[in-house]
Each structure stands twice: as structure tokens, then as C-alpha cells.
Nanobody, 132 residues
Framework: QLQLVESGGGLVQPGGSLKLSCAVSGANLGNRAIGWFRQAPEKEREGIACISSGDADATTYYADSVKGRFTISKDVAKNTVYLRMNTLRPEDTAVYYC???????????????????????WGQGTQVTVSS
């Protein structure tokens, strides 16, 4: 059974950093795309960072809202994906979810991230609060 477990959220001051982790069981990240999404109160869910299947040749997509501040990476051997978040802002406050491609599709990772299409299994979410 495919399962995802996020960790690493918390309270951080503006300008600070956090690193989220998402451990995947029941699937190999070498052949599945995986991404990070977030949802703030009264806002739509946003796909912020996604990484394609593959390992060293994986491609990434970032939403404009996080480009240059957030970095997605994965360790295929550990079946874990990470989201390094730097220069955090109050508007980054949200519940952050990881999601994995299931079933396997053919869409480019950017399209998948913008639409959440083909991301069929989701974690439980972890709260990130940016406040002084």
C-alpha cells in the first residue's frame, strides 16, 4: 500500500528556513513524480514544487511564488523527498502536503504540478507557520 508521511513543519520567523521531508512507502520514487502542495485558509490549493521520475536526470518545476527560495530534492535510495524552504514569508503560512504520482501517467511534471493531475496519493499534511 502506497503511503506518504510528511514531517518538519513548525513555527518560524520571517526570513527563516525550514526543511520538510516526505517518506514514501509502497512505491519507488525512481519511477514516479512527486510534489509539494500547500493550502492556506480560504485559499485554493497550490502546487509549489514538483520533481519528475528518474534520479540524477529528474526535472523540477516551481511555482513563481516560491521560485528561488524553495528547493525540492529526492533521495531515491531512501524513498524520501525534501522541500528546503528559505527566506520564508508570512504568506508562506499553510498546510503543506506531499503527493505522489499514482497511477503512472505521461504528463510533463510542470503540468502535473499546476493541476495536481495524476497525483493520486497524498500525505496527511504538515503545518508551516511564518510569524514573528
Amino acid at each position: 500500500q502506497l503511503q506518504l508521511v510528511e514531517s518538519g513543519g513548525g513555527l518560524v520567523q520571517p526570513g527563516g528556513s525550514l526543511k520538510l521531508s516526505c517518506a514514501v512507502s509502497g512505491a519507488n520514487l525512481g519511477n514516479r513524480a512527486i510534489g509539494w502542495f500547500r493550502q492556506a485558509p480560504e485559499k485554493e490549493r497550490e502546487g509549489i514544487a514538483c520533481i519528475s521520475s528518474g534520479d540524477a536526470d529528474a526535472t523540477t518545476y516551481y511555482a513563481d511564488s516560491v521560485k528561488g527560495r524553495f528547493t525540492i530534492s529526492k533521495d531515491v535510495a531512501k524513498n524520501t523527498v525534501y522541500l528546503r524552504m528559505n527566506t520564508l514569508r508570512p504568506e508562506d503560512t499553510a498546510v503543506y502536503y506531499c503527493a505522489v504520482e499514482d497511477p503512472l501517467g505521461v504528463l510533463p511534471v510542470a503540468v502535473m504540478c499546476k493541476t495536481a493531475h495524476d497525483f493520486g496519493v497524498w500525505g496527511q499534511g504538515t503545518q508551516v507557520t511564518v510569524s514573528s
